[in-house]
Nanobody, 125 residues
Framework: VQLQASGGGLVQAGDSLRLSCAAS????????MGWFRQAPGKEREFVGA????????YYADSVKGRFTISRDNAKNTVYLQLNGLILEDTAIYHC???????????????????WGQGTQVTVSS
């Protein structure tokens, strides 16, 4: 599975942005698609995830209510809608795919088997 993330950019606080992650290859093996982000000097952190088939979603508390993940299976693409952006959202955003998840969900980096290259989101004041 290959993943290509896009849609990042420079925005002002309060603005919105939509990131895309296009999957190709053995997409039938995808169980969950996730988004992570890594700010300068910080570890990569979980943002949210979506079930590839059922569409159920779960999010990190830091983005819950502001970010929304959706998918278009016909296009093999997952989206991350970022609303109400704040300075702390500045990071490189990575999409990832998992073939299976632990019973409690795919929250950890180690749960994912495939990674995209990342797209930069910069929020200015």
């Amino acid at each position: 599975v290959q993943l290509q993330a896009s849609g990042g950019g420079l925005v002002q606080a309060g603005d919105s942005l939509r990131l895309s992650c296009a999957a190709s290859g053995r997409t039938f093996s995808i169980y969950v698609m996730g988004w992570f982000r890594q700010a300068p000097g910080k570890e990569r952190e979980f943002v949210g995830a979506i079930s590839w088939s059922g569409g159920s979603t779960y999010y990190a508390d830091s983005v819950k209510g502001r970010f929304t993940i959706s998918r278009d299976n016909a296009k093999n693409t997952v989206y991350l809608q970022l609303n109400g952006l704040i300075l702390e959202d500045t990071a490189i955003y990575h999409c990832a795919a998992a073939r299976w998840c632990p019973g409690y969900g795919c929250y950890g980096i180690d749960s994912y088997h495939y990674w995209g290259q990342g797209t930069q989101v910069t929020v200015s004041s």
